[in-house]
């Protein structure tokens, strides 16, 4: 490789083991950034949308630069040139009426669950985290971790919660509108477990907004931090932030500043 790249060994070497330039990593914290925007406006907010919202929030950029991050990973907004819809096309099986309604507060546990997916980047893939939330303590009661954003993803992590927690039927399960959350598979597991599904009106993000919050909170508090190189170091960290952390010792404000673990114990 030396011979033909006509360079050193010693320098070579220096190359692969060299850090993260200061570039190279905003470019990867950028990268997350506009696909998160992206992902959450539903694929409705072209370059010109993210980067007004994203200066909106703080992050300077141009819709250049934005438009170059959505070409490098396929992406393009939902419009007339790059979908031609028809009624036919339009209608979507499997949604649910909206029973959450933005109450976002529940008497007791189990009485209300949200999920949702994020994306997370490491290095250089994306990874796809699947989360269930109680909303009476706030508590992440199932999750799963993948580099697919697939059926499997969302029932993995809602297998954890039915695993962990004792539920009865009536139980509401609170999602957007994703092609995952509509499928067959997890609403008969739902269906099977007794409970309600909930969807959000289309393309409102804010009917989810305590799961949006949860993920603005885990992205600035470790994923923009740690920039994780690996699948494996991404896992741990995340299992240690939920598990561990947020679960078990992270105040919330809206518990009043106890953790959920401290929460419900309060509260039994």
């Not at 007339?80 to 029973?99: C, I, S, W």
Request: glycine content about 6%; proline content about 3%.
């Amino acid at each position: 490789m030396c011979r033909v790249l006509k360079v050193s060994a010693s320098g070579y070497y220096r190359w692969l083991s060299r850090d993260v330039s200061s570039r190279t990593l905003r470019r990867q914290i950028m990268e997350e950034q506009v696909m998160d925007t992206f992902a959450t406006y539903k694929a409705r907010y072209g370059a010109p949308r993210i980067a007004k919202e994203l200066n909106a929030l703080g992050t300077p950029c141009s819709v250049n630069y934005v438009a170059n991050i959505l070409k490098h990973n396929g992406t393009r907004a939902r419009n007339g040139k790059a979908f031609k819809y028809t009624p036919a096309r339009e209608a979507m099986t499997g949604v649910a009426d909206n029973l959450l309604k933005r109450r976002f507060n529940a008497a007791g546990p189990n009485q209300k669950w949200t999920t949702d997916i994020t994306y997370i980047w490491v290095r250089d893939r994306w990874l796809y985290l699947a989360t269930v939330m109680d909303l009476y303590s706030r508590s992440i009661v199932g999750w799963a971790l993948d580099t697919s954003m697939t059926e499997q993803l969302i029932t993995d992590a809602l297998h954890m919660a039915f695993t962990r927690r004792e539920i009865e039927p009536g139980l509401i399960i609170h999602s957007d509108r994703g092609v995952q959350y509509r499928s067959n598979h997890y609403q008969a597991l739902m269906e099977r477990h007794g409970c309600r599904p909930s969807m959000s009106r289309k393309g409102n993000c804010w009917d989810n907004a305590v799961m949006e919050s949860f993920f603005s909170r885990l992205k600035v508090e470790l994923i923009y931090a740690e920039q994780y190189r690996t699948v494996e170091e991404a896992k741990s960290g995340i299992f240690e932030y939920i598990e561990v952390f947020y679960n078990r010792i992270r105040r919330h404000s809206a518990l009043g500043y106890v953790s959920p673990a401290e929460y419900e114990r309060k509260c039994a």
